[in-house]
Each structure stands twice: as structure tokens, then as C-alpha cells.
């Protein structure tokens, strides 16, 4: 619901993700605060802030094809492995990270077609057993490759971004790095709905046999999902290369496809922002178990003990937020934001 005295004259105004001029100069002073950032903190907390962006990059990609498309994908880690695995191969070759970054996606868009092709045939839970599949297949895969192709068990060293003669593999320069491709991947996520293809996304994700009626190339569709979504997962794994300087398949596993995918239950399935809300409130929360048991550590508490309920507490809040909260965080934040805008009169 919008506020009385909101209106527009044109499509192009009323489509716009902030719709009026106060949430524009939130959002510009939002990118303010985010480029200064590094002259005001230390480099763990620039550490953090590119491993969110860098999540938040890979949940994106699920948004697109699960929340969106309605195709179930637990291998969301695996893609991310594969985009790690291009740039570390693309950058020894000597090629730029402007190059190697969207080869990466590209590479990893084109393996996701592989196990997008069952999507044409099979739905729900033997769908996710598809995909869960490749998931495992991954390091099988990487590590019977002979070592001269990927690293194989050892894995691969990656070479630092330089752009005209700057090194960017600093803690700054990969912060930059990450948040000027979370801002291009923020502003492809929200606008893909309001597209041809995010249309029939959303009629595939609905209804598919409607869909097909409807003529709408379903199975094109439904690959082209996972293709979208991987070219995302793809982005994430250039930068996560780019931030560890060295890959292995024991970084991309299956417990990381899950944490992705509680995020965006958590936040919220059929919307960008709640991608946004799902990996700000997990990684937070993360980082909270995580203080508190390196506090006890030192005092000599429990602290293994608090380490090991991360997972307690991943499933608690998926639980939850599937219980009381089906849409997610984002609809808490979209019901907040109109009893705000609509005060002090009723939502009614």
C-alpha cells in the first residue's frame, strides 16, 4: 500500500523500485556510507562485509531460481565451486579478472544446463534429488580430474586482480571489488521480474501446465532459470577465488548449499529483498554464535559447544519462519513499512 498523495504519471515512475524521493536519498546516502566505510573500520569487519556480499551474490541466483521459477536447487554451493575453479584456471592463464569474472559466470551458466535438463521432465522433491546429485558430483568430479587440469585434492592457487597496475587482492580492493558487483547484481535481481523472461518465470513458478497452454515455452524456461541463477552463483565463486587466493573443493560443499538456501526461506522466497533480509539476519546471526563461543573459549566455557549449535539454530529459524512466517522477513518488513507510511490511521 502507498501513502495518500503518491502518484504517477508514467509507467516507467510507478515500476521504479524506490518510489518516492526520500527512499532515492536513503539509498544514496546508504552507497555513501558503504563507500566510505573502509577509511572508518578495521579490515576484519571489510572481511565480513565481502564475505556478505558474496553470499548475498549466490542467494540472489536461488532467488532467480527458486523464487522466481519454482525449480528447486540445492547445488547452489556447487555452481559457486565452479565459477572458483574457472577464475583460479582463467587468472594462471594470464587473463584479467574483467575477463575472468563474467567467463566464470558464463562457464558456470553453461555446466548448470547439464542438470537443468531433468527440470524438463521431473518437479519437487525429485528435482532436488537432481540437483542434489550434482552437488555431490562436484568434488568426485574435481578431484578425479587429473591434478594438472584443476589442482585436483591439493587444488589451485588464484592470482590477485590487479587493475592498471593496482592490486586488488587487498582487503579494500576486494571490498570495492565485491560491492560494485553486489550493486550490478542488486539492480539485475530487482529488474528481472518486470521483464519478458521474469514474467514467465513467474507463470512457470504459478502453473507450468497453464503456462504451456498459455504459450509459453516451459522447458526453455526452466533451463534458462537455472542458467540465470547459476550466472550469479558464478559472479560469487570469481570473488570468493579472488578473496581466498586458493580453491579447493572442500570450500564448496553441501552444508553451504543449505545455509543458502535457509537465507532465503528465512528472508523470504519470491523476492530480492528478501535475499537481502535472510543473508543480513543469518550472517549476523552467525557472527553472534560465533563471538560468543570464541568468548567462551578464552574463559574456557563451553565454546565447541556453541560452535556446533550453528546448525541447531539455522534449522530452528527455517522452522520457524516456515511455521509463523511463510513469506518471510521481507513480508515483515513490507507490513512495518505500510503501518509507518499509513500512520497514524489503520492498514484497514
Given at each position: ?89 582463467l ?25 537443468a535438463?531433468?527440470?524438463i ?7 532436488a534429488?537432481?540437483?542434489l ?9 574435481i ?36 560491492l560494485?558487483l ?19 518465470l ?30 550469479f ?63 567462551a ?12 549449535l ?13 511455521i ?25
Open positions: 500500500m502507498r501513502p495518500t498523495g503518491l502518484w504517477f504519471d508514467r509507467y516507467n515512475a510507478e515500476s521504479r523500485v524506490l518510489e518516492t524521493r526520500r527512499s532515492r536519498v536513503a539509498g544514496l546516502l546508504l552507497l555513501a556510507c558503504l563507500a566510505a566505510l573502509p577509511f572508518t573500520v578495521g579490515p576484519w569487519l571489510l572481511g565480513e562485509l565481502t564475505f556478505l556480499f558474496i553470499t548475498l551474490i549466490a542467494v540472489y541466483g536461488l532467488c532467480v531460481t527458486v523464487g522466481m521459477a519454482g525449480q528447486i536447487n540445492i547445488a547452489q554451493s556447487a555452481f559457486v565451486g565452479v565459477g572458483a575453479f574457472a577464475t583460479a584456471k587468472s594462471g592463464m594470464g587473463v584479467p579478472f574483467w575477463l575472468c569474472i563474467p567467463a566464470a559466470a558464463l562457464i558456470t551458466g553453461a555446466v548448470s544446463v547439464l542438470f535438463l531433468p527440470a521432465r521431473v518437479r519437487g522433491f525429485y528435482l534429488l537432481t540437483t546429485a550434482a552437488q555431490v558430483m562436484f568434488p568426485i568430479i578431484m578425479a580430474l587429473p591434478m594438472a587440469w584443476l589442482g585436483g585434492l591439493v587444488g589451485m592457487p588464484v592470482v590477485a586482480p590487479r587493475l592498471a597496475g593496482v592490486n586488488l587482492g587487498t582487503t579494500t580492493g576486494l571490498y570495492y571489488l565485491a560494485v553486489v550493486l550490478f547484481c542488486t539492480w539485475a535481481v530487482f529488474n528481472i521480474p518486470r521483464t519478458r523472461f521474469g514474467r514467465a513467474r507463470a512457470v513458478h504459478d502453473n507450468d501446465t497453464a503456462a504451456d497452454v498459455m504459450g509459453i515455452p516451459v522447458a526453455r524456461i526452466k533451463i534458462e532459470a537455472f542458467f540465470a541463477g547459476a550466472l552463483a558464478g559472479v560469487a565463486g570469481a570473488l570468493t577465488a579472488y578473496s581466498l587466493q586458493f580453491v579447493t573443493a572442500t570450500n564448496f560443499t553441501l552444508f553451504a548449499s543449505v545455509w543458502y538456501l535457509g537465507m532465503l526461506i528465512v528472508g523470504g522466497l519470491h523476492s530480492p529483498l528478501g535475499a537481502i533480509l535472510g543473508v543480513l539476519f543469518i550472517t549476523l546471526l552467525q557472527e553472534g554464535l560465533h563471538t560468543i563461543g570464541n568468548m573459549l578464552q574463559t574456557g566455557g563451553a565454546g565447541g559447544t556453541i560452535f556446533a550453528n546448525s541447531v539454530v539455522l534449522a530452528l529459524c527455517i522452522l520457524l519462519a516456515l509463523f512466517e511463510p513469506r518471510g522477513l521481507a513480508h515483515l518488513w513490507t507490513t512495518t513499512m505500510t503501518a509507518f507510511r499509513l500512520w497514524p490511521f489503520p492498514r484497514t
